[in-house]
């Protein structure tokens, strides 16, 4: 297939980025892409580029209302005759705001005329635009802003976009949305990825992080029995112990295989995953200081069931990352956490631990978060972009 567009990467932001990100996934998902533009990188064709004399030209000029026919239509057969050796192996075209938005109107003539199946990515639409009121005008070449391209297949990056189109083009358009690379805006390193992706953890919806050491006195029990009864209603719940076995406590081992007992006994054993096994024998703890950070920022809840604190270091990492607390309810972590962790009782047993986390999966930003990572990632995008470009060419 080739992606089209009048710039390309590199240019910050925009339709320029989404661009570069379509290429990313569809080749890492073996994909035969070519990205064609103006500049930047891809395969140039220089009268694709909205700032080509020629191009820019015709653009003023028809801001003006001075269509130059002539000039137009040797522009528009000149881009024609450059895309059809480039186009020749392709099996579809896809367009992004090219037909919608006035910058190269002979590159969207070009493809209105062309043999290629095209798909149009529909962004902007400047007829729908009063910042464009001066292109609101009838006849050629006019026209190609608010009119079907025929054969063509279009999607729209939202809803909103979705609705304009039926309104103005009657074309019942697919809606895929942008989105981000999720571990490369929040920084995560491709090591904690592969050590979430061993561990199973990567498939978490949510992830209850418990920073802390396997020792008696963090209640790590506590926490497996809460997780138990939150895989009631959250299924998909999964928590890490990211802590290796204190270092000093002689029955640190013993309560070890009582923890992996209990896991066992309350089914867990595919829902909590004590990172230290993910190291072999004899090898240092995969869990650094770098890795701890990573792992706070993918958590959608920290959890501390400590019986006893002189500080409370997870406190303040947690806050540091915007992470919602759930701990026992003792004086050091209050005077750390002020107002805004959800306690329970030191006395409590796993039900109020259960009520708390499930109080803050509910906070706002918690569940916009949540609802942001599964709509607009771009590993939950792929398969519909995908899908649209079979049905295009179908």
């Given at each position: 297939?080739?992606?089209?567009h ?35 990188d ?22 003006r ?11 528009r057969?000149?881009i ?20 919608t ?9 070009a493809?209105?005329?062309g ?20 292109f ?23 809803e ?62 506590l926490?497996?029995e ?7 209603r959250?299924?998909?719940?999964m ?10 406590a002689?029955d ?6 009582e ?31 770098a ?10 809840v ?7 604190e ?10 540091a ?10 004086e050091?972590?209050?005077?750390i ?12 047993g ?33 398969p519909r ?10």
């Amino acid at each position: 297939m080739a992606l089209l567009h009048y710039t390309a990467p590199p240019v910050t932001g925009g339709v320029e980025a989404i661009l570069g990100e379509h290429r990313r996934l569809l080749t890492r998902a073996g994909h035969d892409v070519q990205l064609l533009a103006g500049r930047g990188d891809a395969t140039l064709v220089p009268e694709l580029d909205s700032r080509h004399p020629e191009v820019e030209a015709l653009y003023e000029a028809l801001r003006r209302g001075q269509a130059e026919h002539s000039a137009f239509e040797s522009l528009r057969e000149r881009i024609k005759q450059k895309l059809a050796p480039l186009l020749a192996d392709r099996d579809l075209v896809i367009a992004h705001n090219v037909a919608t938005m006035p910058f190269n109107l002979p590159l969207a003539a070009a493809l209105a005329g062309g043999p290629w199946p095209v798909l149009h990515w529909v962004h902007d639409l400047a007829w729908l635009n009063a910042h464009y009121r001066a292109f609101h005008r009838e006849g050629e070449p006019y026209d190609l802003l608010h009119r079907a391209q025929p054969d063509a297949a279009y999607v729209a990056i939202s809803e909103v976009r979705g609705r304009d189109l039926q309104q103005l083009l009657g074309v019942e358009a697919e809606v895929i949305p942008n989105g981000i690379d999720f571990d490369q805006f929040l920084g995560i390193r491709p090591a904690t990825r592969s050590l979430l992706r061993a561990a199973g953890l990567d498939r978490a919806d949510p992830l209850v992080l418990v920073p802390l050491r396997v020792t008696r006195r963090k209640r790590l029990e506590l926490a497996l029995e809460a997780a138990a009864l939150l895989r009631e209603r959250l299924p998909r719940l999964m928590l890490a112990v990211s802590g290796p076995l204190g270092p000093h406590a002689g029955d640190n081992r013993n309560y070890q295989q009582e923890l992996f007992e209990l896991r066992a006994r309350l089914e867990l054993d595919d829902v909590v995953r004590f990172l230290h096994e993910q190291a072999p024998a004899g090898a240092p703890h995969p869990v650094d200081d770098a890795t701890i950070a990573d792992l706070y920022r993918v958590a959608d809840v920290v959890l501390l069931p400590s019986e006893a604190e002189g500080f409370g270091l997870p406190v303040i990492e947690a806050a540091a990352v915007r992470a919602p607390l759930v701990c026992t309810d003792l004086e050091v972590l209050r005077e750390i956490g002020g107002a805004g962790i959800h306690a329970f009782p030191a006395g409590a047993g796993a039900d109020s631990v259960a009520m708390a986390v499930t109080a803050a999966l509910a906070e706002p930003l918690v569940a916009q978060r949540r609802r942001v990572a599964d709509t607009y990632s771009w590993d939950r995008i792929l398969p519909r972009i995908e899908a649209a470009v079979e049905k295009a060419i179908a």
